[in-house]
């Protein structure tokens, strides 16, 4: 099975008291390696920025770039999804 690596923005918690990071994930492009993901990131780190902000309207800060696999990928939205239908 292949692994691929995407890129996601954590932005600054709004609340501190908040448990659940604001998250945007870049299903494209994706990248092979963790490499290529990191390479990506740090060239191209303020247009990365720019979109995961523009898609909240500017009302969150962004902080951090992360490589992660489309495995961690997918337990980060199931969590998501059980926090929220657990409130």
């Not at 696999?69 to 980060?76: A, D, L, Y």
């Amino acid at each position: 099975m292949e692994t691929l690596y995407f890129l996601v923005v954590a932005f600054v918690m709004p609340n501190p008291q908040a448990l659940d990071r604001p998250l945007f994930v870049y299903y494209k492009p994706n990248f092979e390696t963790y490499a290529q993901c990191h390479a990506y990131a740090n060239k191209n780190n303020q247009m990365i920025y720019g979109r995961a902000a523009h898609h909240y309207n500017y009302e969150l800060t962004p902080e951090s770039i992360y490589c992660i696999t489309g495995q961690q990928v997918k337990e980060i939205n199931n969590n998501t999804w059980e926090e929220k239908k657990n409130i």
